[in-house]
Structure formats: structure tokens, C-alpha cells
């Protein structure tokens, strides 16, 4: 990971005793990770090599984490059902109202549940109140609205479906991949779909 890099996380976790050194160390890695809105797609796999930890260890901080109310997971999958990296949403400050302001490279979110959001110039703005799930389920369908343009302006399926296993993270209009064999990959084989979409693959420690 860049040294560069921030970690953004709840302050009232630096003081919690219910929480232990290790569980902090995941909140903190799992917080270099986050957007702009609080979301994050690193694979458990990835913070345990990251912290020198097992996947076991960052699963239990996890859900430990999420039981203390520092985070929100929302589990994903792919059309066949395997299981996709984990959405972590990190809770700065549950009483807080959250602003969410998406790019999505031009598509249009549909979002259930009765709301619906704005659109302007490919950002969609809208204010929540302690309802969280609404704006993970706004940006998981920003981002898979760019996969179906993609494959709607022609790109192969095959390569966009690789792009959405290898993909850990999505921020900022960019895809964020963990190797430069898969950044160099995707940009080869989907050039011309990914400007289509203003879109970027990028690696994710860069």
C-alpha cells in the first residue's frame, strides 16, 4: 500500500475497550481503503496479508466490528453464485445524516425501495438519514450499470466478467485491481468500452 495513503475511521474507536488491538488494526486498514462516501471493496484476503493476520482472524473483526456498529457488510455475489469481495461501509457516525455523492460515468442508478434519487451531469446527490443499505445499494448499482454499458457498447462478455472478479474496489470512476497483469489486462482488452464509459483500471496500491 501507498505510505501516502489515509485511513479514515470513527475516532470513538481509538478510546472503545471493547475493542481489541487486532480488531482496530482491520477498522484502520479496511478505512485506507474507503471512498469519498465511506465504502470499501478490499478482499479479507487482501487485509490479512496486509496486517500479517489470517482470513480468519479479519472475518471474526468483522463481524465484531459490525456488532460494535463500525461497519455495515453487505455480502455480493456473481450470477453464478459465487461469492464476490465483501462491500464494507464505515460508520463514522451512525446519528450523523449521510450525503451521497456517486460518480457514475454517466448511468443512471435505479434504486428501490421508494427513493428515488436525482441525477445531474452523472453524479447522483441525495440525503439519508441513518439508512445506510440505500446507499450501498446505490453505488453496487452504479457500478454494475457500467458493466451492463459495457457490454451493451459490445465489449465480450468474458472480459468484462473478469474485470468484475478481479476487481477489489471501485472509486472515483476507477476499477481497482491488485496486479499490474490484471490493470494491464483489462486496459488491453477493453480500451475502447472503457473510455466509452469514462472509466479507469488502476491498481489499487498505486
Do not use: W
Amino acid at each position: 500500500m501507498s505510505q501516502s495513503r489515509l485511513s479514515i475511521i470513527p475516532s470513538r474507536a481509538i478510546s472503545d475497550t471493547n475493542l481489541t488491538a487486532t480488531q482496530l488494526r482491520v477498522l484502520c486498514a479496511i478505512g485506507s481503503y474507503t471512498s469519498k462516501d465511506q465504502t470499501a471493496y478490499p478482499r479479507q484476503a487482501t487485509i490479512a496479508e496486509l496486517l500479517g493476520i489470517s482470513r480468519k482472524t479479519v472475518n471474526q473483526a468483522c463481524q465484531k466490528l459490525k456488532d460494535e456498529g463500525y461497519l455495515e457488510i453487505r455480502h455480493q455475489y456473481r450470477d453464478d453464485g459465487s461469492q464476490r469481495s465483501n462491500l464494507y461501509y464505515v460508520r463514522l457516525d451512525p446519528s450523523v445524516s449521510v450525503d451521497v455523492q456517486i460518480g457514475t460515468g454517466g448511468c443512471n442508478p435505479s434504486v428501490t425501495g421508494g427513493v428515488t434519487p436525482s441525477v445531474t451531469g452523472g453524479v447522483t446527490s441525495r440525503r439519508y438519514t441513518n439508512n445506510d443499505s440505500i446507499l450501498n445499494d446505490i453505488r453496487e448499482q452504479a457500478r454494475e450499470n457500467i458493466f451492463d454499458e459495457m457490454k451493451m457498447a459490445g465489449a465480450p462478455t468474458s472480459d468484462v466478467d473478469a474485470l468484475l472478479r478481479s476487481a477489489v474496489a471501485f472509486r472515483d470512476n476507477t476499477f481497482l485491481v491488485e496486479t499490474r497483469y490484471e490493470r494491464d489486462r483489462h486496459n488491453q482488452s477493453l480500451e475502447q468500452f472503457l473510455k466509452a464509459v469514462q472509466v479507469k483500471v488502476e491498481l489499487i496500491n498505486g
